[in-house]
């Protein structure tokens, strides 16, 4: 049985940090490039960023409101997934999903972790 | 960067009719990179259709995917109660990229 559990998130001030992680299991997690997608409050699904597999290279990418501030990294040998979010906005305010991609959709998704930031 | 185009973004219909999803691309997509997923209140998105057409697993066959170059469809042939959600639709350029959503709601 496949499960994506995200664990992390909470309340924190603006400008502050926060470090997201994502415990998968059930499929190759090694193989498999790993994204974070957020929901705004009401809002609608926004691509965070991804990391791809070691085998294909291992790079990151991340969506231009979040370049510079967040860092997505990736531990094997744990199967885990983590996203590190500092200088944090008001605007990232969301509830963030870890999804593992399969070929060009998302396949498998956690049931996200709520990270509030407000003052 | 290609803008997907959601409309209406919100459906009413009742239970036992068709419902008809359309999901507009700024530019031509390739039906590979075509995905639509389904998301009900207080839940993680769940995949639906992949390259268009092709159902995830565990997908009842009334929801069929259809469509091309910039024009695509999500069709659920007979609208169960559990079918009232959140539906994106999603293409992948450089990274995924969602539409706005249609939200089916019940009539």
């Known amino acids: 049985e496949v499960q994506v559990v995200e664990s992390g998130g909470g309340l924190v001030k603006p400008g502050g940090s926060l470090r997201l992680s994502c415990a998968a299991s059930g499929f190759p997690f090694s193989n498999a490039w790993m994204t974070w997608v957020r929901q705004a409050p009401g809002k609608g699904l926004e691509w965070v960023g991804r990391i791809k597999s070691k085998t294909d290279g291992g790079t990151t990418d991340c969506a231009a409101p979040v370049k510079g501030r967040f860092t997505i990294s990736r531990d094997d040998s744990k199967n885990t997934l983590y996203l590190q979010m500092n200088s944090l906005k008001t605007e990232d305010t969301a509830v963030y999903y870890c999804?593992?991609?399969?070929?060009?959709?998302?396949?498998?998704w956690g049931q996200g972790t709520l990270v509030s930031v407000s003052s | 960067e290609i803008v997907l185009t959601q409309s209406p973004g919100t459906l009413s219909l009742s239970p036992g009719e068709r419902a008809t999803l359309p999901c507009r691309a700024s530019?031509?997509?390739?039906?590979?990179?075509l995905a639509w997923y389904q998301q009900k209140p207080g839940q993680a998105p769940r995949l639906l259709i992949y390259?268009?057409?092709t159902r995830a697993t565990g997908i009842p066959d009334r929801f069929s995917g259809s469509g091309s170059g910039t024009d695509f469809t999500l069709t659920i042939s007979r609208l169960e109660p559990e079918d009232f959600a959140v539906y994106y639709c999603?293409?992948?350029?450089?990274?995924?990229?969602f539409g706005q959503g249609t939200r089916l709601e019940i009539k």
């Open positions: 530019q031509r997509v390739s039906s590979t990179y």
């Open positions: 999804t593992a991609q399969s070929g060009y959709h998302l396949k498998y």
């Open positions: 390259g268009t057409s």
């Open positions: 999603q293409q992948y350029g450089s990274s995924p990229l």
